[in-house]
């Protein structure tokens, strides 16, 4: 009679390495002082609401302005270090200088404080 043998299991260098983990950048928002952990791959709108965060919002495509808000750095409004995946969101290039951003459809790319007075807790 002939005895079976499994092949041993493969070996951690054999073994298919895991997906990096995307970067994470920690938002500040204010006046609540609120914060959250926002993937470079999640909109801030949706890492907010992970984090039990509520940001206004409607359309949630860069159109309908409703979750307009401003960045700040160092207590001035600076440019917001954010991408976005549409070529030109709801916002102008003078508003984009601004620190204006859409949280529904703006990437972090640094970590960022935000002024959002209508966050709430959901
Ligand atoms: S929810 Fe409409 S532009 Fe952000």
Redesign the pocket.
């Known amino acids: 009679m002939d005895s079976f043998t499994p092949d041993p299991p493969p070996s951690a260098d054999s073994a298919v390495p895991a997906a990096p983990e995307p970067h994470r950048y920690r938002v500040t928002l204010l006046p609540s002082g609120w914060q959250f952990d926002a993937p470079a791959d999640v909109p801030l709108l949706l890492a907010a609401q992970a984090a039990g965060i509520k940001l206004p ?11 307009l808000c401003r960045a700040q750095s160092a207590g001035d409004p600076a440019p917001a270090s954010v991408a976005y995946r549409i070529e030109w969101p ?1 916002l102008s290039r003078d508003e984009k200088a601004e620190g204006w951003l ?1 949280p ?2 703006s990437y972090a790319r640094a970590d960022l404080t935000i002024d959002a007075p209508d966050a709430a807790l959901c």
């Open positions: 919002s409607l359309c949630r495509n860069g159109t309908c302005r409703a979750c709801g859409l529904c459809c």
